[in-house]
Nanobody, 128 residues
Framework: QVQLVESGGGSVQAGGSLRLSCAAS??????????MGWFRQAPGKERGGVAA???????SYADSVKGRFTISQDNAKNTLYLQMNSLKPEDTAIYYC????????????????????WGQGTQVTVSS
C-alpha cells in the first residue's frame, strides 16, 4: 500500500525558513513517480497547488511562492522536499504531499485532480 508521510512542519516567524519532507513507501521502487507535488490548504479555503516536479525534473510553482520556495526530490531516498524561505503569514496552512504514477500533461501539474496518492499533511504556521 502506497504511503506518503510528510514531516518538517512547525511554527516560524515571518521571514524564516522551513524544509518539508515527504517520504514515499509501499510500492515497487522499480516504478517511478511521473509527478509529485506539494499542496496547501488554509482554514476556509480550498486546497491549492504550491509546487510540483515531474519525472524529468521539470518544476512548476504557484505565482505566490515563486522565488521563495524550491521543490526537489531524492530518488535514492524516495523523498520529496519543499524548501520554504522568506515565509509570510499568508503561507500558513496544512501542507500536503501528493504523487502519481501516471504521466499527465504538464499544465495539470498544480491541479489536485492530477494526483491519486496523498499524505496526511503537516501544519505550517507563520507568525508576523
Amino acid at each position: 500500500q502506497v504511503q506518503l508521510v510528510e514531516s518538517g512542519g512547525g511554527s516560524v516567524q515571518a521571514g524564516g525558513s522551513l524544509r518539508l519532507s515527504c517520504a514515499a513507501s509501499g510500492y515497487s521502487y522499480s516504478i517511478y513517480w511521473m509527478g509529485m507535488g506539494w499542496f496547501r490548504q488554509a482554514p476556509g479555503k480550498e486546497r491549492g497547488g504550491v509546487a510540483a516536479i515531474d519525472s524529468e525534473g521539470s518544476t512548476s510553482y504557484a505565482d505566490s511562492v515563486k522565488g521563495r520556495f524550491t521543490i526537489s526530490q531524492d530518488n535514492a531516498k524516495n523523498t520529496l522536499y519543499l524548501q520554504m524561505n522568506s515565509l509570510k503569514p499568508e503561507d500558513t496552512a496544512i501542507y500536503y504531499c501528493a504523487a502519481d504514477f501516471r504521466r499527465r500533461p504538464p499544465v495539470w501539474a498544480l491541479e489536485t485532480t492530477r494526483y491519486n496518492y496523498w499524505g496526511q499533511g503537516t501544519q505550517v504556521t507563520v507568525s508576523s
